[in-house]
T-cell receptor
Framework: DTGVSQNPRHKITKRGQNVTFRCDPI?????LYWYRQTLGQGPEFLTY????????KSRLLSDRFSAERPKGSFSTLEIQRTEQGDSAMYLC???????????FGSGTRLTVV | QQPVQSPQAVILREGEDAVINCSSS?????VHWYRQKHGEAPVFLMI?????EQKGHDKISASFNEKKQQSSLYLTASQLSYSGTYFC??????????????FGKGTLLTVNP
């Protein structure tokens, strides 16, 4: 197993465009999390799946953000009508049900120009 | 609410010890500790659950005082490889120890030769 994989590693987009990121968790992990990290800050919770069910979405997340995890495997995070404030590192993590700490992916760095 | 980490930064010489603290204003069920090197994903170090236990491996250990809603990470005989930003992530329970986490702002640890 190669761990949690995220694609792309970097994304530069113009303000107003839509972007989509992908996360492939460790295959036997049922739980998948999305976090956002800006410079000098800790990761900030965005949303969380158990298998294909999205169990919680941060109140800080606007309607421009949506995430899916079809079939309980990979997950996608889409940001519509991007704004400069969306520039950040988007981290995906997975854990087995009732398991231990998070295994994070290397993240997708988004720059909105 | 975001846990508060102290100190914000610490510089050590190889072989010296350090303590990083994490305090929360709300009841804690679990505390995770992660280390993140520049440009990389956070890496899980350990998790402590409600019960005041102390954990450790190698020369890194941690304690959890649920009455004080605090956790401390102890690094002894530091090595160059310990350099990085340390984050605590606190869990409020509600479904297991690895539910969504709220991370502190991090403590930058620099170990010099």
């Amino acid at each position: 197993d190669t761990g949690v994989s995220q694609n792309p590693r970097h994304k530069i987009t113009k303000r107003g465009q839509n972007v989509t990121f992908r996360c492939d968790p460790i295959s036997e992990h049922n739980r998948l999390y999305w976090y956002r990290q800006t410079l000098g800050q800790g990761p900030e919770f965005l949303t969380y799946f158990q298998n294909e069910a999205q169990l919680e979405k941060s109140r800080l997340l606007s309607d421009r953000f949506s995430a899916e995890r079809p079939k309980g495997s990979f997950s996608t995070l889409e940001i519509q009508r991007t704004e400069q404030g969306d520039s950040a590192m988007y981290l995906c993590a997975s854990t087995p049900t009732g398991g231990d700490g998070y295994t994070f992916g290397s993240g997708t760095r988004l720059t909105v120009v | 609410q975001q846990p508060v980490q102290s100190p914000q930064a610490v510089i050590l010489r190889e072989g010296e010890d350090a303590v990083i603290n994490c305090s929360s204003s709300k009841a804690l069920y679990s505390v995770h500790w992660y280390r993140q090197k520049h440009g990389e994903a956070p890496v899980f170090l350990m998790i402590l659950l409600k019960g005041g236990e102390q954990k450790g491996h190698d020369k890194i250990s941690a304690s959890f005082n649920e009455k004080k809603q605090q956790s401390s990470l102890y690094l002894t005989a530091s090595q160059l490889s310990y350099s990085g930003t340390y984050f605590c992530g606190t869990g409020g329970g509600g479904g297991g120890s690895n539910y969504k986490l709220t991370f502190g702002k991090g403590t930058l640890l620099t170990v010099n030769p």
